[in-house]
């Protein structure tokens, strides 16, 4: 599933019925996670935060009225018709 966001390093989403982006304040961001992989576990670190629970980001984000899209193709069509100009994707799920 795909999201319109800001891209800010904590990003703001993109909402149908508001002028602007919200921040969803209770989703958790990590910048250190351990994956499991087919072959076994890895640590995944980076200097941009990346989403703790992805299930429980995307209920918090329904909680906020934030839609998500089946497609990139959905997701740019959205962000056409909001007239965004500055945006990018981010898949959850």
């Known amino acids: ?9 904590y990003p703001q989403f993109y909402v149908d019925n508001l002028d602007g982006p919200i921040e969803v304040e209770t989703i958790g961001y990590v910048f250190r996670k ?3 992989e087919p072959r076994g576990k890895g640590v ?5 935060p990346m989403i703790r629970d992805e ?3 995307i209920s918090e984000l329904y909680n906020h009225g ?3 899209f089946k497609t990139k193709k959905d997701a740019k ?3 056409a018709e909001l007239g965004l100009s500055t945006w990018k ?3 959850l799920g």
Not at 1 to 9: G, P
């Open 89 to 91: 994707y981010l898949e």
């Open 77 to 79: 069509k959205k962000a």
């Open 44 to 48: 995944v670190e980076t200097s941009f």
């Open 1 to 9: 599933m795909y999201f319109l966001v800001t891209t800010h390093k």
């Open 66 to 68: 934030v839609t998500g």
């Open 34 to 36: 351990e994956e499991k």
């Open 55 to 57: 299930m429980q980001a």
